[in-house]
Nanobody
């Protein structure tokens, strides 16, 4: 079983930056995919960015050029650097991981972009 703990959310003004962290309870070498989704009020959960099983990265079109996903294998942690934030980025951000075909979610962290 994989436990995921997110941190780094908060309130930021438009144009600002935040970095989210997601630490896994197992070595991230033991998961086949890991990344971030988000869910805004009244909307479905959507992919933001992820490392695929092949080691490449996927980004939602809406965040390309603004968000960067990275990883620190020694810390079992995946990061999401979010720059040039917009009000429409406001959502609960969830970390997820897939191990042996099973999908795990973190508890979520709120990101609010507002002036």
């Amino acid at each position: 079983q994989v436990q995921l703990v997110e941190s780094g959310g908060g309130l930021v003004q438009p144009g600002g930056s935040l970095r989210l962290s997601c630490t896994a309870s197992v070595s991230i070498f033991r998961v086949s995919s890991m990344g971030w989704h988000r869910q805004a009020p009244g909307k479905e959960r959507e992919l933001v960015a992820a490392f695929t099983s092949g080691g490449s990265t996927n980004y939602a079109d809406s965040v390309k050029g603004r968000f960067t996903i990275s990883r620190d294998n020694a810390k079992n942690t995946v990061y999401l650097q979010m720059n040039s934030l917009k009000p429409e980025d406001t959502a609960v951000y969830y970390c997820n991981a897939i191990q042996w075909g099973r999908l795990y979610w973190g508890q979520g962290t709120q990101v609010t972009v507002s002036s």
